[in-house]
C-alpha cells in the first residue's frame, strides 16, 4: 500500500464531499433553469458534471494507491434559495471551503513524506484557483447586475 490509512480516510471524506458538491451544484442549475436563467443552469450543469470528476479522480488515485475505497453517505443539497445572489454565494463558499480542505490534504501528504499524494494533489491546489476565481468573478457580475437586471448575466456568460 502507498498511501497511509489516515490519508485515505482523508481522501474517502473528500469523495463524499465532491459527490456532495456535484448534487449542489446540480440542484442550482435546476433552480436557474426554473428562473429561465439557461446560461447559468448551463453553467452549474457543468460545474456538476466537473465535481462529479473530481470525485473519480479521488476514488482512482486511492485504488491505485492500495487504499480503500469507502465513500460515505452524501447529504442532501440545498434546493431553494433567496435570490440568484444567495445561490452564487453559496457556491462561491463552497469553493473556498473545497480549498481550505484541499490544502489541509496536501498538508497531511507533507506531514505523512507522501511524495506521491503531493504530486496528485497539485492538480487539485491549481484546479481550486480557477474554481474560486471563476465563482468570485460570476459573484460580482451578479452583485452588479442586481436581481432584476439578471438578463445581463446571461449576456455576460454568452461571451465567456
Known amino acids: 500500500m502507498l498511501i497511509s490509512k489516515k490519508l485515505t480516510a482523508a481522501i474517502n471524506e473528500e469523495i463524499g464531499l465532491e459527490l456532495f458538491a456535484s448534487h449542489q451544484y446540480m440542484a442550482m442549475a435546476a433552480y436557474f433553469d426554473d428562473l429561465a436563467l439557461k446560461k447559468l443552469s448551463k453553467m452549474f450543469f457543468k460545474q456538476a458534471d466537473e465535481e462529479r470528476a473530481h470525485a473519480m479522480k479521488f476514488v482512482n488515485y486511492l485504488m491505485d494507491a492500495g487504499g480503500k475505497v469507502e465513500i460515505p453517505d452524501v447529504k ?54 480557477e474554481e474560486v476565481s471563476t465563482m468570485d468573478r460570476l459573484l460580482k457580475v451578479v452583485k452588479q447586475a442586481g436581481e432584476r437586471n439578471l ?9 465567456e
Open 151 to 159: 438578463v445581463m448575466l446571461e449576456a455576460y456568460l454568452s461571451h
Open 76 to 129: 442532501a443539497p440545498q434546493a431553494t434559495f433567496a435570490s440568484v445572489e444567495e445561490a452564487v454565494r453559496v457556491a462561491y463558499d463552497w469553493e473556498m471551503e473545497v480549498t481550505r480542505r484541499i490544502n489541509a490534504l496536501m498538508a497531511l501528504a507533507i506531514d505523512q513524506k507522501d511524495y506521491i499524494a503531493q504530486d496528485f494533489l497539485r492538480w487539485f491546489e491549481t484546479e481550486q484557483l
